[in-house]
């Protein structure tokens, strides 16, 4: 019986951990660029109590196993990088990626990580109005600079290409070229970037290093897309529904604790 009452609770501490990730998707609906995430589980060890013994020529023996399962327990955390809906914001400061790519932040040092949000806000710095993002991070261009504009550039004409090249027009009309470029670069195993808050995903060795779209690192390119924001990817009635069966699996699971308990106390209450 004592079994049973460990399998039941790693039940339910792989739950609670399950709502903690549905509950994390669901605080981030509103969160631009976020990536919502899945937990993943896996069976612990088997106790073989019996092995299958088949003697073919006979016919004899015992076809299948008689084992007992010890619970469950997280596995990882899976991302899933599908597209959330576009929002058009007419924002000239907002950024949206379709296809792999990811935007470049500069934390400061050579700190680089990486993010989809590309909610961006125009910081003004000695050398001019400098692209970065809500708390102020560089954002990185395809010299791995941050990408400045001058003050003799008027902001309002600034516009962006759809592979990432800045440029303005002029009074006459004319398109400028500021000899600029937001760099975008994919990872070769996206699931392996490692989240660190506030929107910013870090490179591990399981997600690779990151492929440059401009130098021709990358197997296809993205496109950028100015005046919209990329939304986040959370389904609130899944996410709803997968909240609902991971508290069902956990009522149950304390359900079986509740049930082996009695019966521990049935059995430490027979008498000779």
């Given at each position: 019986?004592?079994?049973?009452?460990?399998?039941?609770?790693?039940?339910?501490?792989?739950?609670?951990?399950?709502?903690?990730?549905?509950?994390?998707?669901?605080?981030?609906?509103?969160?631009?660029?976020?990536?919502?995430?899945?937990?993943?589980?896996?069976?612990?060890?088997?106790?073989?109590?019996?092995?299958?013994?088949?003697?073919?020529?006979?016919?004899?023996?015992?076809?299948?196993?008689?084992?007992?399962?010890?619970?469950?327990?997280?596995?990882?955390?899976?991302?899933?990088?599908?597209?959330?809906?576009?929002?058009?914001?007419?924002?000239?400061?907002?950024?949206?990626?379709?296809?792999?790519?990811?935007?470049?932040?500069?934390?400061?040092?050579?700190?680089?990580k990486y993010?989809?949000?590309?909610?961006?806000?125009?910081?003004?710095?000695?050398?001019?109005?400098?692209?970065?993002?809500?708390?102020?991070?560089?954002?990185?261009?395809?010299?791995?600079?941050?990408?400045?504009?001058?003050?003799?550039v008027p902001?309002?004409?600034?516009?962006?290409?759809?592979?990432?090249?800045?440029?303005?027009?002029?009074?006459?009309?004319?398109?400028?070229?500021?000899?600029?470029?937001?760099?975008?670069?994919?990872?070769?195993?996206?699931?392996?970037?490692?989240?660190?808050?506030?929107?910013?995903?870090?490179?591990?060795?399981?997600?690779?290093q990151p492929?440059?779209?401009?130098?021709?690192?990358?197997?296809?390119?993205?496109?950028?897309?100015?005046?919209?924001?990329?939304?986040?990817?959370?389904?609130?009635?899944?996410?709803?529904?997968?909240?609902?069966?991971?508290?069902?699996?956990?009522?149950?699971?304390?359900?079986?604790?509740?049930?082996?308990?009695?019966?521990?106390?049935?059995?430490?209450?027979?008498?000779?």
């Amino acid at each position: 019986m004592m079994r049973s009452l460990w399998t039941a609770a790693s039940g339910m501490i792989s739950q609670q951990q399950n709502v903690d990730t549905i509950s994390n998707n669901l605080a981030n609906v509103s969160t631009f660029g976020y990536k919502k995430e899945r937990m993943e589980f896996k069976t612990l060890l088997y106790e073989t109590m019996s092995r299958a013994d088949l003697d073919p020529a006979n016919q004899t023996g015992r076809p299948v196993n008689l084992q007992v399962g010890h619970g469950v327990k997280p596995i990882a955390t899976a991302r899933i990088f599908t597209e959330g809906n576009f929002e058009r914001t007419d924002n000239q400061q907002d950024f949206a990626i379709e296809g792999n790519g990811f935007f470049s932040i500069d934390r400061g040092d050579g700190d680089i990580k990486y993010t989809k949000d590309g909610a961006f806000k125009i910081s003004a710095t000695e050398e001019g109005a400098m692209l970065a993002t809500a708390e102020g991070y560089p954002v990185l261009g395809v010299d791995d600079q941050p990408i400045i504009i001058g003050d003799e550039v008027p902001l309002k004409s600034v516009t962006v290409s759809e592979d990432g090249i800045l440029g303005y027009m002029t009074p006459q009309g004319l398109f400028e070229d500021l000899g600029m470029q937001i760099k975008l670069v994919q990872f070769s195993n996206p699931q392996g970037l490692e989240g660190i808050g506030s929107n910013l995903l870090s490179a591990t060795t399981a997600s690779g290093q990151p492929l440059s779209e401009a130098e021709g690192d990358a197997p296809t390119l993205s496109r950028i897309k100015q005046g919209v924001l990329e939304m986040s990817n959370v389904q609130v009635a899944e996410e709803m529904v997968n909240l609902i069966v991971a508290q069902r699996a956990y009522d149950l699971n304390s359900k079986a604790i509740t049930t082996s308990d009695e019966m521990l106390q049935t059995a430490n209450g027979l008498k000779r």
